[in-house]
């Protein structure tokens, strides 16, 4: 060591200082304070706080309880708690590995084009008239949320309307990405803690007194964090009055297939939309619906009035995305394209992401079996109504830090619980943390 300092010292030569005290390493690296006095340029930083989702997590590892239960994390768990990586993703992942024809070379801005194509058209319908009249532009971005921030900062660069109303409440990401991209941020009333259901009247009327051109943000199905779904009926409703007020639509479709087992159905708010001839964002994530969170794989679409008016929005999309990130990942993007396109590998796809549906329908009913058999006061019946990874377990603060004291439970202090992070050996450990929350702390 002290030998290749030296001759990497003599090599640096006369643009050195000289040496103190003749010691290499000192000159190579000098103390801290030897270059400038006080302290770091960055003392005066406040320590921020956790995200509060990510954090649960945190807390999760530090607590060393062997019955801790993890409900905070929006990802899924197999029976045995574990994550699960679909046996289609392991499939497309061999086959691309097998195929030495593949490079590492940089996508296209743009990204994958086959993604993007088959991303169009699962979130469309494969006969979508849009798609067929090349009025869509499709941009592989970074999972759902990179998705949502290129759309935020395409529209604040380029829409004539910068507010956009997201629903109250919604998930935690979603006015930070739209705030820090430019818009400013309205709510409209969503959830009713009364019914624990869908306020429709207070949507209805919020949306209504919306200015024209407002942009606004709905989420395609399983709503996080309430797990409450519009009905198609009222869908329609909201379409009508959308469009009669010209507010522009930007879906986040963060679960498709998740809510309901099927793919088609639960798109089918965003075709109702697609089928009226209006324009609209949608974003969408392959996080949850094909397990590959950490591989940031996602789209977004605008659907144009005209393939011409389509060719311009991608062009200055691209504008948008290369000094933000260059151009997407290539893996996750591959992966995505090998399944889509692959009529016995999308078969299989559909089978693994409905038993993961049914998996979470079944802790649903599960809990809510456990609750009645305990007596548990209180009407439980919105944990079977709720749709999707959550469950807006109405719990308040005071009592969902009972359950993380007393319990090791945890999850959002908002009382928001990931149905695919139980199984089928915590659902009665957390129905005891239910039962002497609510008995015991108002
Ligand atoms: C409503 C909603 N939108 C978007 C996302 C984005 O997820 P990702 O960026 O991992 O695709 C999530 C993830 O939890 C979500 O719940």
Known sequence: MERRLGVLSRHLGSHSPPMASGNPSEMLFPSPTAGFHGDSVFANLVQAPEDPILGVTVAYNKDPSPVKVNLGVGAYRTEEGKPLVLNVVRQAEQLLVNDRSRVKEYLPITGLADFNKLSSKLIFGSDSPAIRENRVTTVQCLSGTGSLRVGAEFLAKHYHQRVIYIPHPTWGNHPKVFTLAGLSVKTYRYYDPATRGLNFQGLLEDLGSAPSGAIVLLHACAHNPTGVDPTIEQWEQIRQLMRSKALLPFFDSAYQ?????????DAQPVRLFVADGGELLAAQSYAKNMGLYGERVGALSIVCKSADVAAK??????????????????????????????????????????????????????????????????????????????????????????????????????????????????????ADAIHAAVTRIN
């Open 257 to 265: 297939g998740f809510a309901s087992g099927s793919l088609d159905a």
């Open 313 to 430: 929005v991608e062009s200055q999309l691209k504008l948008v995305i290369r000094p933000m990130y260059s151009n997407p990942p290539i893996h996750g993007a591959s992966i995505v394209a090998t399944i889509l396109k692959d009529s016995e590998l999308y078969r299989e796809w559909t089978i693994e992401l409905k038993a993961m549906a049914d998996r979470i329908i079944s802790m649903r009913h599960q809990l809510f079996d456990a609750l009645r058999a305990r007596g548990t006061p209180g009407d439980w019946t919105h944990i079977i109504k709720q749709i999707g990874m959550f469950t807006f377990t109405g719990l308040n603060t005071q009592q969902v830090a009972f359950m993380t004291q007393e319990y090791h439970i945890y999850m959002t202090s908002d009382g928001r619980i990931s149905m695919a992070g139980l199984s089928s050996r915590t659902v009665p450990h957390l």
